[in-house]
Structure formats: C-alpha cells, structure tokens
T-cell receptor, first 115, second 111 residues
Framework: DTGVSQDPRHKITKRGQNVTFRCDPISEHNRLYWYRQTLGQGPEFLTYFQNEAQLEKSRLLSDRFSAERPKGSFSTLEIQRTEQGDSAMYLC?????????????FGPGTRLTVT | SQQGEEDPQALSIQEGENATMNCSYKTSINNLQWYRQNSGRGLVHLILIRSNEREKHSGRLRVTLDTSKKSSSLLITASRAADTASYFCATGGGGADGLTFGKGTHLIIQP
C-alpha cells in the first residue's frame, strides 16, 4: 500500500496521559498536514510541514500539542496531559505540489478517545 | 473555524437517483475541492474546480462553481449504494494554510 498510513488507528487513554501518533506520508510528498475532526464536523487544520520545517500552526494547536517531522519523512503528533475535549479523529494528509499544489491525500486517521 | 457550509446536512435517496449537494463559502478562493469520507475513514479527493471555471465533470460527478454567489454544487448521477458517505467541500490547500472544510453532507443511498 503506497498511500498515507497512520498508527495507531485507535487509541484509548485516560485523562492526563500523553499520547503520540505517527503518520507516514506518500514517499515523494514533501508537504504534510495534520487535521482534527470531531463527530459531525469537517476536519480542522492543525499544522503543516514543508519537508522537515513546520511552517504553520493553527490556533487550535495549544501548547499541549507538538508535532515533528525530523527527517522530512514521517511525522509525529504528541498530545500531553490529554483532556476529554481532545477526543477526536486525527487525520494526516500529504501532498506533492510540483504535481498538484492543492490536492491532498489523506490517511485513515487515528481515533483518540480520552476517558 | 469552518469556511463553508454544505446543504443539506443529510440526504437520503434511492439507488439510481441523482444526488445534489451544495456548498457555500465565505472568502475569495483560488479553487474549491470536494472530498468523500466513508464512515470512520480518511478523506478521498473527488474533484477540484478552479475559480475561473464554472463547471467540471468527472465520471458521474458534476461540479459547478458560482464565485459571485460564493457557492458550489456537487451532483452525483445514477447513485449507487457505494456512494453512501459524507461529502465535504474544501477551500485553500495551496500551501501553509491547509484546507478549510465545511461540515459536510451525509448521503445515504437506499438500495
């Protein structure tokens, strides 16, 4: 499978715990995006990487959230001291602007449940 | 915040019928995209229409764009059970701003 992959697919954690999600983009894609989607809503943009550089962060990305893309390939999203309001689907997407600057390819998402 | 609003929020039709969904947005755009999301899964890109285009076709999909009204419509012809999904319009995505999605239309195709 050469699409975007995310791990884990599901995560249940207790409030106050830290969680980390991983995203592996399509190999030649140099742009990587993280989104959050709550039930009944569309995805909301969190942050964006061009290669290894994090170039934009949404106001939704509080200080408890941190994202990295150390070698410009896979990315991790960490949430510290989780809260019940963090329960959502976390989606990763990648794109290759040299071919298409707008179309993004999404992974299956990581569903986080904070109890 | 959500850029667009899809209408209707939910739509149920019989297999073989056509399904029309509408999207309104707030700011000027370079393009508008439609994505499909099957239950609990990631999104799949369907079609992109640029701001200088008025209509675009792809298979059973037809998208229109009216920039004066800041609205777009997605028509799915000859619907199939496999078309059951949520459909989102999205703007932006050309760089650091990411895509801005509407709340989506949940389409159910009754067999």
């Amino acid at each position: 499978d050469t699409g975007v992959s995310q791990d884990p697919r599901h995560k249940i954690t207790k409030r106050g715990q830290n969680v980390t999600f991983r995203c592996d983009p399509i190999s030649e894609h140099n742009r990587l995006y993280w989104y959050r989607q709550t039930l009944g809503q569309g995805p909301e943009f969190l942050t964006y990487f061009q290669n290894e550089a994090q170039l934009e962060k949404s106001r939704l990305l509080s200080d408890r959230f941190s994202a990295e893309r150390p070698k410009g390939s896979f990315s991790t999203l960490e949430i510290q001291r989780t809260e019940q309001g963090d329960s959502a689907m976390y989606l990763c997407a990648s794109s290759f602007p040299d071919r298409d600057p707008y179309e993004q390819y999404f992974g299956p998402g990581t569903r986080l449940t904070v109890t | 915040s959500q850029q667009g609003e899809e209408d209707p929020q939910a739509l149920s039709i019989q297999e073989g019928e056509n399904a029309t969904m509408n999207c309104s947005y707030k700011t000027s755009i370079n393009n508008l995209q439609w994505y499909r999301q099957n239950s609990g899964r990631g999104l799949v890109h369907l079609i992109l229409i640029r701001s200088n285009e008025r209509e675009k076709h792809s298979g059973r999909l037809r998208v229109t764009l009216d920039t004066s009204k800041k609205s777009s419509s997605l028509l799915i012809t000859a619907s199939r059970a496999a078309d059951t999904a949520s459909y989102f319009c999205a703007t932006g995505g050309g760089g650091a701003d990411g895509l801005t999605f509407g709340k989506g239309t949940h389409l159910i195709i009754q067999p």
